[in-house]
């Protein structure tokens, strides 16, 4: 299935995709935000709204990025998981290391994959005669909610638990 960074290297290139594609299609005036019926009612020229779509997907990709590599560096009395004293015995702290590296990996895949998503449907709004969004956008950030809910649940109930002895 592969690892979780490259995932999130994926997930970074299919945003970059949908960001050259969208340069491509966006009109000179382009809605870049939309009320909670999926209407706009703020608009932008092209340039703006490329500037701001592009320093967003870098902003996501430095965040992560950045935090896994404070997850490998810090200190170990600084990073708080369930059952810490088995985790941070110097035997343990590069697993732990490399799970909560991978789990970062993977919410920064899954917060890629929305907003492609997202940038996907302002295109489709701005090209559109009526440049609603609709309710997908709800649905989308209600989907992303629900797997990082479900996937912090299931890692301090499962991921950080201590191992069997067997």
Do not use: C, Q
């Amino acid at each position: 299935m592969g690892s979780a960074r490259g995932w999130f290297v994926a997930a970074a290139g299919l945003y970059a995709a949908v960001w050259a594609w969208s340069w491509t299609r966006l009109p000179e005036r382009v809605p870049v935000h939309f009320g909670a019926g999926g209407d706009p009612d703020t608009w932008a020229d092209r340039p703006t709204a490329l500037l701001a779509t592009a320093l967003l997907g870098l902003g996501v990709v430095a965040v992560f990025a950045g935090a896994v590599r404070l997850v490998r560096s810090a200190r170990p009395e600084l990073i708080d998981v369930p059952d810490g004293e088995y985790w941070k015995r110097p035997e343990n702290i590069g697993r732990l290391r490399g799970l909560i590296a991978a789990d970062l990996w993977l919410f920064g895949a899954w917060t890629l994959l929305l907003l492609s998503a997202i940038d996907w449907l302002i295109v489709r709004a701005a090209t559109a005669d009526d440049p609603s969004l609709g309710p997908w956008p709800l649905v989308l950030v209600a989907g992303y909610l629900l797997g990082v809910a479900a996937r912090l649940l299931w890692m301090f109930t499962r991921r950080f638990a201590v191992p069997d002895a067997g």
